[in-house]
């Protein structure tokens, strides 16, 4: 079992910025793989960017050069700084993580099975 707990949203003007944390409890084996992924109203999952054990991260295109994921593992937390918001990144962001690292460590692996936390809202304005 793994469990997620988010914060740090919130609401912010077009080129602001927010930092999210993700405290993370419970199996590190389960974490091998931690992210976010965001959904806004009537439109899909959408993956933003993972970590995994290893290091490694991913980004969705849309926001490559703007947000950068990072963990402190001595705190178990993950964290997603964001930079340079846009309208279109408004969506319940959640925190999520499974078991596999590597190749396997991706948006889309964390959006179709993972363990998620309740999510955090982020509100961009024009």
């Known amino acids: 079992q793994v469990q997620l707990v988010e914060s740090g949203g919130g609401s912010v003007q077009a080129g602001g910025s927010l930092r999210l944390s993700c405290a993370a409890s419970?199996?590190?084996?389960?974490?091998?793989?931690m992210g976010w992924f965001r959904q806004a109203p009537g439109k899909e999952r959408e993956g933003v960017a993972t970590?995994?054990?290893?290091?490694?991260?991913t980004y969705a295109d849309s926001v490559k050069g703007r947000f950068t994921i990072s963990q402190d593992n001595a705190k178990n937390t993950l964290y997603l700084q964001m930079n340079s918001l846009k309208p279109e990144d408004t969506a319940m962001y959640y925190c999520?993580?499974?078991?596999?690292?590597?190749?396997?460590?991706?948006?889309?692996?964390?959006?179709?099975?993972?363990?998620w936390g309740q999510g955090t809202q982020v509100t961009v304005s024009s």
């Open positions: 970590i995994d054990s290893g290091g490694s991260t």
């Open positions: 419970g199996s590190i084996y389960s974490r091998n793989c």
């Open positions: 999520a993580a499974h078991g596999l690292a590597g190749r396997w460590c991706s948006g889309p692996s964390l959006v179709r099975g993972a363990y």
